[in-house]
């Protein structure tokens, strides 16, 4: 099929506080369109404020997907996530809009666009024994089975070492060879119209400082500590929300306001330099991005890439 008749999808991405919502929403009400959220802490119903959801307006001007459909105590695997959006877009298609994909999770879209890879289930005993040993023994036999994977990862990064460890020794291959048979990816089935918003970090983090600020809020609070007063396990990744341990230890009294501010701010700032870090070097280097702060004219510049 010539890939002009292939149906289309347009995608918004880039780190926390650079306009992606905003982004969406012009070219929604412009294109006739559907924003799907792929951002990873939106995807739950508990998180509003807290992980900055477009608001019940602008959810109202044009059809919104996939924000706050989760309860808290029910993780998102990119998995689940990947299955929902091949759904909503779907339905957007079938409905005669323009899917329009917006998040900031590398990888719910690098699941979607370039599928899973089938790994079949770890063998419990392995597993258990595996996420016994201590990092450090775990990572020395991580270089001994896979010295590719070793090599990629920090000796301290405990979770990735424990999974490379895990898969090799029950599948009897690296988790770098199940990778590279990815499935179910819709990559090749759509025609996509990709954007990475890139601006600069010292505007950027200016806006992850108001951003986090505005978090400090009644609203905010009351989010965290419903939360809280649900008892969740603290390794959930609603959690694990940005804000949510910042505001959780000022309701609790551990921290002040002013150091629960500065605390999260910093913890915004360095997770949108992460972000930042993922989407400058991961995606294809033909995807167009917008560097320029995306305010006035930056705006329409960036529709008409989008519109191309």
């Not at 929300?241 to 230890?249: D, N, Q, S």
Request: one cysteine or more.
């Amino acid at each position: 099929m010539n890939i002009d008749d292939l149906p289309e999808l347009a995608l918004i991405a880039g780190p926390t506080a650079s306009g992606k919502s905003a982004l969406a929403l012009a070219l929604a009400e412009a294109a006739g369109g559907t924003v799907i959220n792929a951002d990873s802490a939106q995807v739950y119903r508990d998180l509003r404020v807290v992980s900055a959801r477009p608001s019940q307006e602008e959810e109202r001007r044009v059809p919104h997907r996939l924000y706050g459909t989760r309860d808290g105590a029910e993780p998102c695997s990119a998995a689940a996530w990947a299955r929902d959006a091949k759904i909503a877009i779907a339905e957007a298609h079938a409905a005669g809009r323009l899917p329009i994909l917006c998040g900031g999770t590398g990888l719910y879209l690098r699941t979607l666009l370039e599928g899973i890879a089938p790994v079949p289930e770890i063998d419990p005993a392995i597993r258990a024994a595996v996420r016994a040993l201590p990092v450090g023994e775990a990572f020395a036999a991580l270089a001994g089975e896979d010295p590719d994977a070793a090599a990629r990862l920090r000796p301290a990064d405990t979770a990735r070492i424990a999974r490379a460890l895990e898969v090799i020794r029950s599948t009897g291959r690296s988790l770098a060879a199940w990778h590279g048979e990815r499935t179910g990816g819709i990559g090749g089935a759509v025609r996509l119209r990709p954007l990475l918003l890139l601006p600069p970090r010292d505007w950027l983090y200016l806006r992850c400082d108001a951003r986090f600020e505005g978090m400090m809020s009644q609203e905010g609070f009351a989010e965290v500590s419903s939360l809280l007063e649900r008892g969740l396990v603290p390794s959930l990744p609603v959690m694990r929300a940005i804000g949510v341990r910042e505001i959780a230890a000022f309701l609790c009294g551990a921290l002040t306001r002013d150091e629960a501010l500065a605390a999260g701010r910093q913890a915004t700032r360095r997770y949108a330099k992460r972000q930042y870090t993922w989407f400058a070097g991961q995606p294809p280097a033909h995807w167009p991005r917008v560097t320029a702060p995306l305010e006035g004219g930056a705006v329409s510049d960036a529709l008409a890439l989008l519109s191309r």
